[in-house]
């Protein structure tokens, strides 16, 4: 039988558990990171990339929900289990609106948790394969909605969650010009308090990863999708 395998980020500060679990999943074929503060997690997630992150809630530093925000607006490819003590409704609800991909209650069969993270690691692959299999049949530049995620030609761009935000916006609606209080508004919603020259320096971003000059400057205005760009770039 073949073990399973993958980078797992384990972030748990009580010893012992941390100890026989991150056991359990060597034993399993994973390769482990166990840290006990989110802090260091958070760090640990800006340099390497792991395939899920089994989470404690209530740990030193940064919380595990502050990780889980990380892993939902920078770690895309990063599947997410918060493992806690904590079985209020309130904070199961809040674990999943912020895309945990389970909530596993302590104590736990470390079996159990095992199952879960091997069922959670196969749907995605199984996912990613019958994605890959479509992309490979997209031409020019194609966003992956369910994933906020941005591909050309079958390969991903590498941009953050603000930048993939700004150009759904202007990908979507490539016959109107966006204002920069538009574009605020569609990516930060009204939590947004600062200047609005902001969303220039997303689009110089962009424009750096994106491989076509397709985010058009309407002067006086704001900023348009050009779609002409897109074309001539394939001809």
């Known amino acids: 039988m073949k073990l399973p395998s993958g980078k797992v980020l384990f972030l748990e ?3 012992t558990i941390r100890e026989v679990l991150t056991e359990y999943m060597l034993i399993s074929g994973y390769e482990v990171t166990a840290v006990e503060r989110g802090d260091s997690a958070i760090s640990l997630l ?6 899920i992150a089994v989470l404690d809630i209530m740990v030193p530093g940064a919380s ?3 990780v889980l925000k990380y892993i939902k607006n920078h770690c895309h490819n990063t599947a997410a289990i918060m493992l806690t ?3 209020d409704e309130k904070t199961q609800v809040e674990a999943f609106n912020l895309y945990a991909d389970d909530y596993v ?5 470390p079996i159990i948790l095992l199952k879960r993270m091997e069922t959670i690691l196969r749907r995605i692959s199984l996912g990613q394969k ?14 992956q909605e369910e994933a906020y995620c941005a591909y050309y030609q079958g390969r ?56 076509v000059p397709c985010i058009k400057t309407v002067i006086g205005i704001g900023y348009q999708y050009n779609k002409e760009a897109e074309k001539e770039v394939q001809q």
């Open 64 to 66: 595990g929900f502050e």
């Open 46 to 51: 800006k340099k390497h990339n792991y395939n």
């Open 85 to 87: 003590a904590l079985e």
């Open 156 to 211: 991903k761009l590498p941009l953050t969650l603000s930048e993939y935000l700004l150009l759904r916006t202007l990908y979507k609606e490539p016959n109107q010009v966006f204002t920069r209080e538009q574009l605020i508004l569609n990516i930060f919603n009204e939590d947004y308090i600062g200047n609005d020259r902001i969303i220039d320096a997303h689009v110089k971003n962009l424009r750096k990863k994106l491989p």
């Open 105 to 109: 209650i302590k104590p736990v069969s």
């Open 130 to 143: 019958e994605q890959n299999s479509g992309m490979e049949q997209q031409k020019g530049l194609y966003l």
């Open 13 to 15: 500060d009580e010893p």
